[in-house]
T-cell receptor, first 109, second 114 residues
């Protein structure tokens, strides 16, 4: 099955700073999703992005499928951006989505 | 549009007891997932249903865990008997279909086994 690696594992930012989170995967994918888990445990889908670039407010994501990585950009970070960011890809053709270990982001005021 | 509903939100049981979690996916979603998330780790897929059929249960500890999705809507995840290492959040999620659709998560059911 496919392997997913996220980096960095931990990131501490000052409010207003920008950041880039990375997700590497070991095989070609037709489905990649980014999630944010808030401090209360709720997982929110940020992007469905198997390829290309998408933007939603201060967040944007780019997936380069041929090079097997995806990037999540957070601009002008806010304290509410704190939490854990996960990427997920299909394990096999059944699209059973498997998650990386996550990047824990802390944004300080 | 109502989200994925889960219950109970919190449960504390003693080891060797049993527990059941319930999930109601978003209306019209054919695919339903159960994930286990241990503190500090990413969610681990336990079982995936497409309507009322099982697509993947390769990571489900079948000696103690069982899940069903009768009529292709609601689902129940059961643990019997529970072990200390089953302490985790059990997350239910759903999507329209399994291929290329956004996944939506419920708030989770927090289980503590003492």
């Amino acid at each position: 099955g496919i392997q997913v690696e996220q980096s960095p594992p931990d990131l501490i930012l000052q409010e207003g700073a920008n950041s880039t989170l990375r997700c590497n995967f070991s095989d070609s994918v037709n489905n990649l999703q980014w999630f944010h888990q808030n401090p209360w445990g709720q997982l929110i889908n940020l992007f469905y992005i198997p390829s290309g670039t998408k933007q939603n407010g201060r967040l944007s994501a780019t997936t380069v499928a041929t090079e097997r990585y995806s990037l999540l950009y957070i601009s002008s970070s806010q304290t509410t951006d704190s939490g854990v960011y996960f990427c997920a890809v299909p394990w096999d053709n059944n699209n059973d989505m498997r998650f990386g270990a996550g990047t824990r982001l802390t944004v300080k005021p | 549009e109502a989200g994925v509903a889960q219950s109970p939100r919190y449960k504390i049981i003693e080891k060797r007891q049993s527990v059941a979690f319930w999930c109601n996916p978003i209306s019209g979603h054919a695919t339903l997932y159960w994930y286990q998330q241990i503190l500090g780790q990413g969610p681990k897929l336990l079982i995936q249903f497409q309507n009322n059929g099982v697509v993947d249960d390769s990571q489900l500890p079948k000696d103690r865990f069982s899940a069903e999705r009768l009529k292709g809507v609601d689902s129940t995840l059961k643990i019997q008997p529970a072990k200390l290492e089953d302490s985790a959040v059990y997350l239910c999620a759903s999507s329209l279909w399994s291929s290329g659709n956004t996944i939506y998560f419920g708030e989770g059911s927090w289980l503590t086994v003492v």
